[in-house]
């Protein structure tokens, strides 16, 4: 921002400015005399503004007794004449969103006014509200492509028993989305819940109950179908596993689980190298997602025949994504690491071979013994380092193996799910794994089975698979978890919007649909940005467009209620509408 204002005859900065020389240059522009000790005059030499507010932390404190100073700014904002004073003065483009946003709008985070904003009513908010808005929103949409918004419900809103916890809290959550007109909610359907006691009993009591709540609010279902466990506790600390006879069977062989290559077992969800093994009491991996699928079809029909569940996500791997257990922070993998390669259970080891001898090389029938650990770096490494073995004839026949096992996957699961859920729409979703992308190996993408490197693309053969089976790909991106890594992300050669782009590219090329999952900033115009541009994209010349977008609620109330205001702006640019009077 302040190389922008610089650019500005009518801003003359020190060198060191800081955001006190800010809010006194644009007092000048307004023709104030700014004095020593900040306070500042017009001709009568009264003081008409206290010292500029001081920083703290992120946030900067404003008084909300300084309406001519936040005139001037809202002036400069929308580009109109500060006074006859400095008419010259005109909004710059150099001056990005967020660069403003730096200066004004995260002011009212630390006032009463949001501390008041205690219902969706506080939507009616103030002239400074609308500055706020016009900062953070500052392209108009209106008349862009509509996208439905759904926002995902807390997963322990059913309990271990698959009780609905509290349905009074669910209605009240529900009536503030409609409020704010979201289209619909994203629900979690845990296997380790509805399957959890006994195989092929499912209980689904407490999802009934809440699909029947949802159907007075009239707002549509996004249903996720997850077969992983969670390790996040849910209402009443509830833990989500895999179901408790899958942790039986799993006292015997353990090799039903990820394995790692020092053999520690991953029991967030079950080994693709059963996927064809009657480990499960007689029945294999694919055959048991099958009869998942099948019970929620047909226990829930009716709602899918009405229209209130508008699509069916299928989990597919570690977080519900389409990917192995390659980071886990149970193993003590931390950002930015590498991963590691999980084929060491001895039904993935059995397949390898298998492959090995298939192209004659019996001695390939290993992983890589130079591949590091966790939370090692690719440079670090023989596998992954450039010019590394990932290249070699053994790398890339392993590369080939280790990410055909889950297009296998995917294959198969995908194909039963089309007779499961006759001509419902199906989702899957892909992880965004940005670390080490700017490498020429991508060695956190190859652990998580994507083999895409320098000189390989790996995800339209993925997506090609994909379109075979007519769904929509569901892309996780842009958040406020991509910022809490940005000062490691330059060492780590991160980039999550090449990635991102690299992916949706991709999937339009494929002719495949595309929805969006993202946590949403609050007080944050590039974050915004990044979204709706992502999700209409203004110079695309074949108007592709995201099918739909679903969001991670804030889960702290306080900021949940500051964000209120802005969402409801954010809900009507993906809606393509014009904002109301008083809403931006």
């Known amino acids: 921002m302040l190389a922008g204002l610089r650019q500005h005859g009518n801003f003359p900065l020190p060198a060191r400015a800081d955001m006190n020389d800010v809010l006194a240059a644009l007092a000048r522009a307004a023709g104030w005399t700014v004095q020593p000790d900040g306070t500042t005059f017009r001709s009568s030499n009264q003081p008409l503004l206290p010292p500029p507010p001081q920083l703290h932390g992120a946030f900067q404190v404003a008084s909300v007794e300084t309406p001519a ?27 990005s969103p967020s660069s403003l946003d730096s200066v004004v709008a995260d002011r009212r985070i630390k006032t009463e006014n949001h501390g008041n904003s205690s219902s969706v009513s506080s939507l009616n908010c103030m002239d400074n509200d609308q500055l706020t808005r016009s900062v953070l929103f500052p392209d108009d949409y209106t008349k862009t492509p509509y996208i439905p918004v759904y926002a ?54 407490g999802y009934r109950d809440l699909f029947g709540i949802i159907k007075e609010f009239k707002l549509k279902v996004q249903v996720v179908l997850s077969f992983h466990g969670s390790g996040e506790t849910g209402s009443g600390d509830v833990l989500i596993s895999l179901p408790k006879w899958i942790m039986e069977i799993a006292k015997e062989n353990q090799d039903i689980f990820f394995t790692d290559r020092e053999g520690r077992r991953n029991t967030e969800c079950l080994s693709w190298g059963i996927d064809k093994e009657r480990v499960l009491r007689g029945r294999t991996g694919i055959e048991v997602c099958f009869d998942f699928m099948r019970s929620f079809h047909m226990e829930f029909r009716n709602l899918s025949e009405e229209g209130l569940v508008s699509s069916i996500e299928i989990g597919l791997g570690a977080s519900g994504e389409l990917r192995y257990p390659s980071c886990p922070e149970t193993m003590g993998w931390k950002y930015p690491g590498i991963g590691e ?21 019996l001695f390939w029938a290993r992983g890589p013994d130079n591949a590091g650990y966790y939370n090692s770096r690719p440079h670090e490494t023989g596998f992954f380092c450039d010019g590394g073995d990932y290249d070699s004839y053994y790398g890339r026949f392993f590369l080939n193996w280790y990410s055909g096992v889950l297009m296998d996957h995917v294959d ?38 994507f083999y895409n490197t320098t000189n390989r693309d790996g995800y339209s053969p993925v997506f090609r698979m994909l379109k ?37 590219n991709a999937a339009w090329d494929q002719g495949l649909p595309l929805c969006i999952e993202s946590a949403l900033p609050c007080r944050n115009g590039e974050a915004y940005s990044r979204i709706l541009d992502t999700a209409k994209p203004r110079d695309d010349p074949d108007r592709h467009h995201a099918a739909s977008f679903a969001y991670r609620q804030q889960q702290q109330p306080p900021l949940r209620e500051a964000c209120l205001s802005e969402l409801c702006t954010f809900v009507k640019c993906m809606h393509g509408e014009a904002p109301q009077n008083g809403e931006g």
């Open 152 to 205: 995902s419900l807390p997963m322990g809103i059913i309990n271990s028993h698959c009780q609905l916890v509290d349905p009074e809290s669910v209605r009240a959550e529900l009536r503030q989305l409609k409020s704010l007109n979201v289209d619909g909610v994203v629900v979690d359907c845990w296997w380790g819940i509805v399957e959890a006691w006994t195989p092929r009993k499912y209980e689904w009591s």
């Open 412 to 449: 198969q699961v995908l194909s039963l799910a089309t007779l499961a859920f006759d001509g419902a729409e199906i989702v899957v979703k892909v992880p965004s794994i940005y670390w080490w992308y700017r490498t020429a190996s991508h060695a956190a993408e190859l652990t998580a089975g």
């Open 341 to 361: 390669f999980q084929c060491y259970d001895r039904y993935m080891q059995k397949n390898l071979r298998q492959s090995a001898l298939s192209r004659g090389h």
């Open 468 to 504: 075979k089976h007519s769904v929509i790909l569901k892309l996780v991106c842009y958040g406020p978890e991509y910022t809490v890594h940005e000062k490691d992300d330059d060492e780590a050669f991160a980039d999550p919007e090449g990635l991102t782009w690299q992916v949706i």
């Open 69 to 95: 100073l936040i005139n001037t700014l809202s002036s400069y904002a929308i580009g109109t004449p500060l006074d006859s004073q400095a008419s010259a003065l005109q909004t710059d483009d150099s001056l």
